[in-house]
């Protein structure tokens, strides 16, 4: 360790592990609350499937656009100055959204917010991983900020299904924007200060590829997570119009979108631990093949038993991202996590955003329930990049 590197302290990375999840369960509990608020747009403004996907996807188009110039201009600004106003600006589309008259004001709202939402993944990534520099729970800690943002998506969801049983939904969105302001603020009273940067090559020696290059295992990453989050996203989006057709009403979809987001959540947490156990190769095999038949078993049970097996879906559904983003950090050294990162994210929330209006676009033709089958077998696609993915790996550790 060169004499200028001072290793974090423990309650700088505490600080930072709280900070970064505290971000992640704020701004995927607003980005997951748009799946609740689809279907009462669909029937309030007369939308398409295709319409009702391109709404989702105009919000992770902007979020997964902006990743690497978030990640560039947070090395001017400063990853806490450029999370903070992120939260901010993400919290202000929703407060905007609250005031639209028409679909054209909410989509433009949904730019707004996406544009905030686009710092948050790449910055606190980094500031987590950064911060647990050498640390033996680094892998663990990525996993822990993962499951914030189940939390964000199993609360806010779940807290808007039950207040739209009392109030419209612009009142409720008007709530959830104050709610984010909040976060914003305890961020910046909470984010810790940069611990120095170390030198990429003699904390990780066999991470020698230029700046800006990642090599071939990176890429296998980056297009495996681009499957998966397509994959989920096309999911998610249509899940509450398969379970509307299956009976559901507005307080049921809140609750089934929360228990999948509970079963997410420990889904990250497990695949962690899995991952770091049996390694990624194993775990993404196991998590992409279950996600691939709960699917289907859905689409063909009744209402009462799809309900059921949510929480087990979502385990699978979203457990394979922790594996996914706690191997960002194995692939490339420090200094170029920030853009490795940034780069990650731009490609699965790219895919996230093509696939609603994708799918929605085929749902019109075909119906939902064929369109999900198709999302079900893409899934499968990963299984052979997690092998390049797990040679990389190999390569390095040798």
């Given amino acids: 360790m060169t004499d200028d590197s001072v290793a ?27 799946y609740v608020l689809l279907p009462i747009w669909q ?5 398409s499937f295709a319409l009702a996907g391109l709404a989702r996807g105009l919000y992770s188009a902007a979020m997964a656009g902006l990743q690497v110039p978030a990640s560039r201009l947070a090395l001017r600004l400063g990853r806490k100055t450029l999370l903070v106003a992120g939260t901010v600006l993400a919290a ?76 419209n939904w612009q009142h409720c969105v008007t709530l959830i924007a104050g709610l984010g302001l909040l976060v914003a603020l305890t961020l910046f009273l909470l984010i810790p200060a940069a611990p120095p940067r170390a030198s990429d090559t003699e904390r990780h020696p066999h991470h020698t590829e230029p700046s800006g290059k990642f090599g071939s295992g990176f ?13 989920r996203m096309g999911f998610l989006t249509f899940l509450p119009f398969i379970l509307r057709d299956k009976g559901a009403g507005t307080a049921s979809i809140g609750l089934a979108l929360s228990l999948l987001f509970v079963g997410g959540a420990f889904g990250k947490l497990a695949c962690g631990y899995l991952g770091s156990r049996y390694g990624m190769l194993k775990t993404v ?7 691939a038949m709960i699917i289907v ?23 394979t991202s922790s594996v996914l983003y706690g191997t960002v950090p194995e692939l490339v050294g420090r200094g170029q996590r920030d853009a490795a990162f940034a780069r990650f994210y731009t490609g ?23 369109a999900m089958t198709l999302v079900a077998g893409m899934v499968l696609l990963t299984l052979p990049l997690a092998l390049r993915v797990n040679s990389a790996l190999k390569s390095i550790s040798e």
């Fill in 219 to 231: 890429n296998a990453l980056l297009a495996t997570g681009f499957i998966d989050s397509a994959t």
């Fill in 348 to 370: 699965t929330i790219g895919g996230g955003a093509l696939a609603p209006f994708a799918f929605g676009a085929l749902g019109d033709v075909t119906g939902i329930p064929l």
């Fill in 43 to 47: 029937s309030q403004f007369g939308l």
């Fill in 8 to 34: 974090p302290t423990s309650s700088s990375r505490r600080r930072a592990l709280l900070s970064a999840s505290l971000a992640h369960a704020a701004h995927d509990g607003m980005t997951d609350l748009i």
């Fill in 285 to 291: 095999w196991l998590s992409e093949s279950g996600t």
């Fill in 297 to 319: 078993a859905i689409l063909a049970l009744p209402l009462t038993a799809a309900l059921a097996i949510l929480p087990l879906l979502g385990i699978f559904l979203n457990g």
């Fill in 92 to 167: 202000l589309g929703y407060l905007l959204a609250g005031q639209a008259g028409g679909f054209v004001g909410v989509c433009l709202a949904l730019l707004i917010s996406g544009c905030g939402a686009s710092t948050q993944h790449p910055l606190a990534s980094s500031l987590v991983a950064d911060n647990h520099e050498g640390s033996t729970g680094a892998r663990q800690a990525l996993a822990t900020y993962n499951f914030a943002g189940d939390l964000g998506k199993m609360l806010v969801p779940a807290l808007v299904g039950l207040l739209l049983a009392w109030m």
